[in-house]
């Protein structure tokens, strides 16, 4: 493992996130403060609990959810298409540097930018409504898998893409409806019984559903199949990239 080579990727990529903060950092957490003001404070107060649960506090793990799948998409795809739409790929792919350490450097990046981005977020939070972890190991690991497993996926979306389109085609119109209909801001118990089977084909609902039982310890899924769901969407995309490189793709722009 050449580590001077992957920790110069990842310091290259996260130094351009803190020279973007507005955009990496300011626009999803001020997003989903909108969020937490409309559908917490205001109309949460008129709701009624949900498990037990405030639907303020109920939210924020769909809410924390919500950001991470977006984002680490975006963060993971964005830094590899960046240096193919610049031509700058060429000088990775000439370096001394196997596939496996440029996707350790570029996904890792990604997907430490959607951990940081998540802690601000669980932290702003906190200032809208009060709600406490009841399993914080649980949470940490959730969030961390979700962020690796979208960061490889969205590390894939920027390999296949050959253009700005379809770069922003997944994120857009696939991640976040799928997001808003896996529950985040209700529980899929909630719906007629027909439409609970059918978001059970929906694998956000299983993210969304472990995340919030490592907070509330309610979830509409059982947790054990919550954590398989997220790690067996994390070995299909690990699998995918051996592909892409094991059959000469090679990142080509």
């Not at 037990?52 to 939210?59: K, N």
């Not at 981005?117 to 690991?141: D, K, N, Q, S, Y």
Request: proline letters at 4%; hydrophobic letters at 55%; one cysteine or more.
């Amino acid at each position: 493992m050449n580590v001077h080579a992957v920790a110069a990727i990842y310091k290259f990529e996260m130094a351009r996130t803190f020279r973007t903060l507005i955009q990496s950092i300011a626009a999803p957490v001020i997003t989903t403060s909108l969020y937490f003001i409309v559908f917490g404070a205001a109309i949460g107060k008129r709701m009624a609990s949900v498990d037990g649960v405030s639907y303020g506090a109920f939210i924020v793990p769909g809410l924390i959810m919500l950001s991470i799948l977006t984002e680490s998409i975006s963060n993971g795809s964005f830094g590899i298409y960046m240096p193919k739409f610049a031509g700058t790929i060429y000088e990775v792919l000439s370096a001394p540097i196997s596939a496996a350490e440029i996707l350790c450097g570029y996904v890792g990046a990604a997907a430490s930018k959607s951990v940081i981005l998540g802690t601000v977020i669980l932290i702003t939070a906190r200032l809208f409504v009060p709600f406490e972890i009841a399993h914080p190991v649980w949470m940490v690991a959730f969030l961390v898998l979700t962020a690796v497993t979208f960061s490889l996926f969205g590390f894939i979306t920027g390999v296949w893409a050959d253009g700005w389109e379809k770069l922003s085609i997944i994120p857009m119109l696939v991640i976040t409806p799928l997001t808003f209909l896996g529950g985040s801001f209700y529980s899929i118990r909630m719906l007629p019984e027909i439409w609970q089977k059918i978001a059970l084909f929906n694998p956000v609902v299983y993210l969304i559903s472990g995340f919030r039982w490592a907070f509330y310890g309610i979830s509409d899924v059982g947790v054990g199949l919550s954590l398989a769901a997220t790690a067996g969407f994390m070995l299909v995309c690990v699998v995918i990239v051996g592909r892409i490189f094991a059959t000469g793709w090679r990142l080509r722009t």
